[in-house]
C-alpha cells in the first residue's frame, strides 16, 4: 500500500498485537466503532475510526482562536453527567452530534457560544440534572436566582 506495511493495532495495556471482535458503523455512515481484543493478554478495549476532515477553529469569548477538540467536549459532558445514571455510549453519542452538528455548517470557525448551546442542546434530553450543572457553569451562574431563571426557562421550553 503506497510503500507501507500494515501492522495490527496494539493493545494499550500490553503493546502486543491485538485482533477485531466486532466493526458497527455509525447510523450517519461516518465512524466505525470497533471492539478488540489482545492476542496476548486477553483485554478488551475499543477503537473509533472517522475521517479527517478540515481543521475547525473555535474562536473563544476572548477572541483567541484553537482548534475545535472533540475530547474537551466529552470530558466536559463526562464532567456534567459524573454520578448520574448516564452510559459512556451516551456521551459518546452526543459528541459525535454536536461535532456532526458544527461540521454542516461548513464554516472554517465557529464561536465557543455555538459549541456551548450544541452541548446543552443534547444534555437536556440526556439528563435535566447533568443540563442544568453543564449550564452552571458554561452560562456562569453568579447565584441561585441564575438557577431559578434557567430552571423555569427550561421547565418553559420542555411544556412546549
Not at 477503537?47 to 469569548?61: A, F, I, M, N, Q
Not at 477572541?63 to 472533540?70: A, D, I, Q, S
Not at 463526562?78 to 459512556?88: D, F, G, H, P, Q
Not at 455548517?105 to 434530553?125: D, F, M, P, T
Request: hydrophobic share 35%; aromatic share 8%; glycine share 4%.
Amino acid at each position: 500500500m503506497w510503500g507501507k506495511i500494515w501492522k495490527p493495532m496494539k493493545c494499550p495495556f500490553c503493546q502486543a498485537p491485538t485482533g477485531v471482535v466486532e466493526s458497527r458503523s455509525s447510523e450517519e455512515g461516518d465512524s466505525i466503532r470497533r471492539r478488540r481484543f489482545c492476542n496476548k493478554c486477553g483485554k478488551r478495549f475499543t477503537t473509533h475510526e472517522r475521517v479527517s476532515g478540515p481543521t475547525l477553529w473555535v474562536v473563544k469569548k476572548d477572541g483567541k482562536r484553537e482548534p475545535f477538540n472533540r475530547e474537551k467536549v466529552r470530558l466536559g459532558i463526562l464532567k456534567a453527567v459524573e454520578k448520574r445514571s448516564v452510559t459512556i455510549e451516551a456521551v459518546d453519542e452526543a459528541v459525535d452530534e454536536v461535532e456532526r452538528e458544527l461540521l454542516r455548517k461548513q464554516k472554517e470557525e465557529v464561536s465557543s457560544k455555538v459549541i456551548g448551546n450544541a452541548v446543552l442542546k443534547r444534555l437536556r434530553k440526556i439528563d435535566n440534572v447533568a443540563w442544568l450543572r453543564f449550564a452552571s457553569v458554561y452560562l456562569e451562574f453568579e447565584d441561585l436566582s441564575d438557577f431559578e431563571k434557567a430552571l423555569k426557562h427550561a421547565q418553559i421550553k420542555s411544556e412546549n
